[in-house]
C-alpha cells in the first residue's frame, strides 16, 4: 500500500516524531486540496500541457491518494479477518518526504507519518486490532526515511513552491508504504 500525504502533514512544522492524528483524516484533508494543487501547478502552462497534466493529477488523486485510503481500509478488514483465525502478522511501514525541508526535519516528519498510520491500525473499527498489537501477533517494522530515496527531479528550493510542494513528482514522495515483513500460520 502507498498511503499519500499533502507537504509538511500530519502536523505542519512540528518537531514531534509522533502524533495523536491518524491517517485517514489527513488523507481526506489532502484530497480535498486537489483542486489547488492543479492550479498551482499548471497556471502558467499552455492550454494544451495543462489539459494533460491536470488529467495526471486527477488520476494521482482519484487512484492514489483516495484509492490508498479505500485500498489500506479493505487490507484492515482482511488483516483482522487473517489475526481472528489465530494467524500473525509483521508489517514494513516506510515513510518518506520530499526533500523540501532538512534531512533530519524531513526523517522526522517521516516517523510522523508512519505514526499515523500506526494510529489508524490502533483505533480500526474501534481498536478491534490492538489485542493483536498487545499479544505482537501484530507488529511493526518502522522505517522513516525522509528525503533519502527522493526523486532527483523534486527540487528542494523554498522559494519554488510550486515545484517543490505542487510538482507530481514531489507529491509522490510524500508516502508511507505499508508491506508486509512476514506473515505466518499458528494453527
Do not use: C
Not at 8 to 25: H, L, M
Not at 49 to 57: D, I, L, N, P, Y
Not at 154 to 159: C, F, P, Q, S
Not at 175 to 186: P, T, W
Amino acid at each position: 500500500l502507498y498511503l499519500y500525504y499533502d507537504n509538511d502533514y500530519p502536523n505542519p512544522r512540528s518537531t514531534s516524531p509522533t502524533t495523536d492524528v491518524e491517517y485517514v483524516s489527513t488523507n481526506v484533508e489532502y484530497y480535498k486540496k486537489k483542486q489547488d494543487f492543479i492550479q498551482n501547478f499548471t497556471d502558467d502552462m499552455e492550454l494544451e500541457e495543462a489539459f494533460r497534466t491536470r488529467r495526471r493529477f486527477n488520476d494521482f488523486f482519484n487512484l492514489e491518494v483516495r484509492g490508498g485510503r479505500y485500498d489500506l481500509e479493505e487490507f484492515s478488514k482482511r488483516l483482522l479477518t487473517w489475526l481472528e483465525a489465530g494467524n500473525t502478522f509483521a508489517l514494513d511501514l516506510k515513510g518518506f518526504a520530499s526533500p523540501r525541508a532538512s534531512s533530519i526535519y524531513n526523517e522526522i516528519l517521516s516517523a510522523r507519518r508512519i505514526k499515523a498510520v500506526q494510529n489508524f491500525f490502533e483505533q480500526y473499527k474501534d481498536g478491534a486490532l490492538m489485542p493483536f498489537i498487545y499479544s505482537g501477533a501484530l507488529s511493526y517494522n518502522v522505517q522513516p526515511l525522509g528525503e533519502t530515496q527522493a526523486d532527483p527531479r523534486v527540487t528542494d528550493k523554498l522559494d519554488d513552491r510550486k515545484n517543490s510542494i505542487f510538482n507530481l513528482f514531489a507529491s509522490l514522495e510524500r508516502r508511507v508504504e505499508v508491506r508486509s515483513s512476514e506473515s505466518n500460520k499458528e494453527n
